[in-house]
């Protein structure tokens, strides 16, 4: 049984019409007799006399009619509740970030959200390496966190949100030599790496030890975000996220070698035993609001 069942009950009831009814609901007839007849079916007895080609109520119906209502009143009064609720939340919340596009990780969406529902809660975003998100999460200091990871980290709770790609992106200046070259060639070419314990340097060394391989690191540079400017210039070879690898390469600004992909996730991440804090049960349902719409370039 579905509230939505039940409002489109109340709403014939009340309007003894089903085409009415519809239009009130902003739904189609078929629909909102799909409604009724599941809400019958649920509760075992026919709430509409549909004898005769009319539309009334059963004896059923009429019983049922102030309960219906009722709940239905409850249920405004329950959103009602846990907006004033929303509008009394306050403090500071640390959300942890990973290194990486402010678009990718919809930061700018997640903040005016966040400004409009909770608007005494300010929200401080603190960008770190995975393993000190996680280890910050586990220790409390941080408050949940967005993790790109290939796998969900231990012990913690967590939310996907979307899957991610990362692409092998050489200067131009290699590219004749890995014409013909394999992973091994690969490996000796100049590395951009991120920090220690980022998802890039993670997934940089889990590529390569698929094939036994470490790559020949030159630099270390803790801003993942535009790494796909260094290999631009020409300074290395990177992992970059797909969506740019893709597009720089559109650009002509270096290239993708071969097929080979890194898979992982992002996700909403929080420690088990502050997961019922309501703030971020609030945090929770925006940021699960924010992705619904479909994830961002």
């Known amino acids: 049984m579905e509230i939505y069942q039940i409002r489109a009950f109340v709403k014939v009831a009340r309007l003894g019409n089903l085409t009415r009814a519809a239009e009130a609901l902003s ?86 959200v966040v400004t409009q529902r909770l608007p005494l809660i300010e929200l401080k975003m603190h960008v770190m390496p995975m393993a000190q998100l996680t280890e910050q999460l586990t220790t409390g200091r941080l408050a949940a966190a967005l993790v790109v ?53 993670l997934l940089l060394r889990e590529l390569f030890e698929r094939h036994g391989l470490a790559p020949r690191v030159v630099m270390q540079n803790d801003d993942h ?11 290395g070879c990177a992992l970059l996220r797909e969506e740019v690898a893709m597009a720089g390469a559109a650009a002509d600004d270096f290239i993708v070698w071969g097929t080979a992909r890194s898979a992982a996730m992002l996700g909403f991440t929080l420690a088990p035993d502050r997961a019922g804090d309501p703030a971020l049960v609030a945090l929770a349902s925006i940021m699960q609001m924010i992705w619904l719409r479909g994830p961002s370039g």
Do not use: C
Not at 35 to 57: H, I, M, W
């Open 27 to 112: 739904l189609t007839q078929p629909a909102v007799t799909a409604q009724v007849k599941a809400l019958e079916q649920t509760l075992g007895v026919a709430l509409f006399d549909r004898s005769g080609g009319r539309l009334v109520l059963a004896k059923a119906g009429e019983a049922l009619l102030p309960t219906a209502e009722a709940l239905l009143a409850l249920g405004n009064q329950l959103k009602s509740e846990a907006r004033a609720l929303q509008g009394e939340l306050q403090g500071v919340l640390d959300l942890g970030v990973p290194s990486e596009q402010p678009d990718f990780l919809r930061l700018g969406e997640l903040a005016s």
């Open 149 to 201: 990871a290939a796998r969900p980290p231990l012990g913690l709770q967590w939310t996907p949100l979307r899957s991610v790609h990362y692409r092998i992106a050489l200067p131009h200046a290699h590219a004749e030599a890995m014409k013909r070259g394999g992973w091994r060639e690969l490996a000796q070419l100049p590395w951009i790496d991120g920090p220690a314990g980022s998802h890039a340097q």
């Open 225 to 235: 975000a535009h790494l796909d400017a260094l290999v631009r210039a020409g300074a």
